[in-house]
Structure formats: structure tokens, C-alpha cells
């Protein structure tokens, strides 16, 4: 009698070892597909108002790009292009380079968005900037 409840249990524990590894490998396999929506790649587009011609610049995440008069730093950029309606955002910090008294100061700081720019509209007098895409 001894002998069937410790195999009752030994199969018990044999159950629950596996439903942890299912688990553990869900929520890995989870994090996995969030990681893949955040890129390390913005790409924007630069339009100068004045010659009225744009670029396409590719920022890499976290590093500082010194355009013409404007240093612009992209921190996150994310894409859902799992839903229905795919939307594709940044964070963007961008300061004006001709300002020399606040070096510090930024002309743009905060989330932009490709699918509706007037949200947070980057407003400068020379220069309009657009997301295209994260990679």
C-alpha cells in the first residue's frame, strides 16, 4: 500500500514540474514577441521649409544625430503591427542648435506618431519632422 501512494505522488510532482516548464515557456515566448515590437531603428523624415526639400534620416536609438541645426535623439520607438490598425510611435528629443543661451532646453520632447502627426506637432520655424518607421 506504501508503494502506490509514493508512485501517486512521484506522478503528482511529474505534473506539476511540467505545467512550470509550459508556464515559464509561455511568458517567454511572450516577451519575446513584445521585444520584437520595439525597435532600434526610427526612421523620419526632415522636411526644410525653407529650400523645401525632405530626407529620410535613420536614428538609432538612445544616440544623438546632429542634423543641420538640430540635434535630435530618438529614446524608444515602438510598432503594433500585430493589430488591425497598425500604429507606429516614438519618443523624440530634439534641440535647436542655433539657441546658444539654453544648450539644454529642448525645442521637442515627447511622443510622436505616424499615423497622426498633429497629435504632438513638432512646431519650428525651419524645419518639420515626420516617423515613418521603427526597425
Same mark, same amino acid.
Given at each position: 500500500?506504501? !508503494? ?13 514540474? &511540467?505545467?512550470?516548464?509550459?508556464? !515559464?515557456?509561455? *511568458? *517567454? ?9 520595439? &525597435? ?11 529650400? !523645401? ?23 524608444? #520607438? ?11 510611435? +516614438? ?18 520632447? &515627447?511622443?510622436?506618431? !505616424?499615423?497622426?502627426?498633429?497629435? +504632438? ?7 518639420? *519632422?515626420?516617423?515613418?518607421? #521603427?526597425?
Amino acid at each position: 500500500m506504501l !508503494s502506490k501512494k509514493n508512485i501517486k505522488v512521484g506522478n503528482l510532482n511529474k505534473l506539476s514540474f &511540467g505545467l512550470i516548464i509550459f508556464i !515559464s515557456m509561455f *511568458i *517567454i515566448l511572450d516577451a519575446k514577441t513584445e521585444n520584437n515590437l520595439i &525597435g532600434n531603428e526610427t526612421h523620419i523624415k526632415i522636411l526644410d521649409k525653407i529650400s !523645401s526639400k525632405n530626407e529620410l534620416v535613420t536614428l538609432i536609438n538612445g544616440e544623438e544625430l546632429i542634423y543641420k541645426d538640430l540635434a535630435i535623439k530618438s529614446m524608444k #520607438c515602438t510598432n503594433s503591427e500585430f493589430d488591425d490598425n497598425p500604429e507606429i510611435k +516614438a519618443y523624440i528629443q530634439v534641440r535647436d542648435l542655433t539657441k546658444k543661451d539654453n544648450d539644454k532646453v529642448y525645442v521637442f520632447n &515627447g511622443w510622436i506618431f !505616424s499615423s497622426s502627426p498633429s497629435i +504632438a506637432p513638432f512646431d519650428h520655424a525651419v524645419y518639420d *519632422i515626420w516617423l515613418v518607421n #521603427c526597425n
